[in-house]
């Protein structure tokens, strides 16, 4: 199996909005809503920030947000703020019972 | 509060089998629907997913690593380890312990991480 396709970087202004993508197939992301992001900050074990493709675990700020359509599933973060630079990384189930973590994307906040 | 704490030697020679654990404490390893998993990272690359067990010893591989992976419970100790076999520098990474709800890939506590080098 493949890795899920991440943008290598995306960037933004505190207080805008931005959104990653990560896209996958029709036997993992199009077939499950087993979705979930990381957030990775240098040096520290990957954070939770969104399970089953939009439920935020407690304790996870209400500015990041998940969806899915299609074989896309999409992570946005509104309100940038300075402690949201970080890696992201997309994961999916997918069949023959495999999970699949996508590349990452690396955020900046300018 | 859950922790994991994973731990096992940082240097290995090629050939050699990496060997890694995982202290599970601050709940039972054998909770109903939780899943154990292993995770890399090489150093500036991606996650990767390793394995999982549960409890009961019903086990998910990656297919990449089957052939060189064996993933072991021991509820006595409320623990989980890994095995993989015939290492190169290919297998240098930060790995990782962590609970999930398999099948989902909901990994919401980790382990701190191990470097584990191979070189000769």
């Known amino acids: 199996q493949s890795a899920l396709t991440q943008p290598a970087s995306v960037s933004g202004s505190p207080g805008q909005s931005i959104t990653i993508s990560c896209s996958g197939g029709g036997s993992d992301i199009g077939a499950y809503n087993y979705v979930s992001w990381y957030q990775q900050h240098p040096g520290k074990a990957p954070k939770l920030m969104i399970s089953?493709?939009?439920n935020r675990p407690s304790g996870v700020s209400n500015r990041f947000s998940g969806s899915k359509s299609g074989n896309t599933a999409s992570l946005t973060i509104s309100g940038l703020q300075a402690e949201d630079e970080a890696d992201y990384y997309c994961s999916s189930y997918s069949t023959s019972n495999t999970l699949l973590f996508g590349g990452g994307t690396k955020l900046t906040i300018l | 509060q859950l922790q994991l704490q994973d731990s096992g030697p940082g240097l290995l020679k090629p050939s050699e089998t990496l060997s890694l654990t995982c202290t599970v404490s601050g709940g039972s390893i054998t909770t109903s629907q939780n899943y154990w998993g292993w995770i890399r990272q090489p150093p500036g690359r991606a996650l990767e997913w390793i394995g999982s067990i549960y409890y009961s010893e019903n086990t998910y591989y990656n297919p990449s690593l089957k052939s060189r992976l064996t993933i072991s419970v021991d509820t006595s100790k409320n623990q989980f380890s890994l095995k993989l076999s015939s290492v190169t520098a290919a297998d240098t990474a930060v790995y990782y312990c962590a609970r999930h709800y398999f099948p989902n890939c909901d990994f919401d506590s980790w382990g701190q991480g191990t470097l584990v080098t191979v070189s000769s």
């Open positions: 089953d493709v939009s």
